[in-house]
């Protein structure tokens, strides 16, 4: 009876803890690559959104690193607030492709400086795009699209938003892009079959 009673409390806690991650993360910013996942032909031009939201503050200057695989994918071109959120004149100090079509994005973005925290947030909302990506196909196979360094800062640059959380994407070229799991996570999951086999044969000559 102790032991249900223990098992009780312990579902009861983790429950409890659950619930509280999860308030936490609803009430965090999320910067997301939008759509998360395509699948496009060599020769073919894909886009994709970097899409900010669960925004309860405005953002008034942003900076990211957006990785790619170089052979499968061109980048062709990158609009920060394509949607004019962040004031009609803003300062762009980003880098771009700086190491050519293939190497990573790098952007350095600030909102108008005449702009306010009202207007912004009335402008911005919970949700806006912070940049539009275009890449062409140039081989078959697949690349991940990762955002790294990834720096939110308040309306006037002071602070930076905390607890930013990143949800990466990938696009296929060619098709037949199905992930192949990394040798760690391939080592970890053989040694919880090992361990389970191991409970099992004790059980059964116990």
């Keep these: 009876m102790k032991t249900i009673s ?7 806690a983790t429950a409890l803890s659950a619930t509280v991650l999860l308030s936490q993360a609803v009430a965090s910013p999320i910067v997301s690559i939008v759509p998360n996942d395509q699948t496009i032909n060599v020769g073919d031009p894909a886009s994709i959104d970097i899409v900010v939201s669960g925004l309860t503050d405005p953002v ?24 004019v959120k962040m004031g009609a004149a803003p300062l762009d100090m980003s880098g771009g492709f700086a190491g050519g079509t293939g ?42 699209l990762t955002l790294t360094d990834v720096v939110l800062s308040n309306w006037n640059g002071d602070s930076t938003l905390e607890g930013v959380e990143v949800q ?29 086999a191991i409970i099992r044969r004790r059980r059964y000559s116990a």
């Design 60 to 83: 008034g200057g942003f900076s990211f690193t957006l990785t790619f695989n170089g052979v499968v994918l061109t980048g062709v071109a990158f609009k920060n607030d394509p949607g």
């Design 103 to 144: 190497s990573p994005l790098d952007s350095f973005f600030v909102a108008d400086v005449t702009e306010t925290e009202a207007s912004l947030s009335a402008s911005e909302g919970a949700s806006f795009i912070l940049a539009t990506v275009d890449f062409m196909g140039a081989a078959n196979g697949l690349s991940l």
């Design 6 to 12: 223990r098992t009780l409390r312990m579902l009861a």
């Design 168 to 196: 990466n994407g990938r696009i296929c070229v060619g098709g037949n892009c199905e992930l192949v799991p990394e040798p760690a996570t391939l080592l970890l999951f053989g040694g919880a079959l090992g361990g389970l």
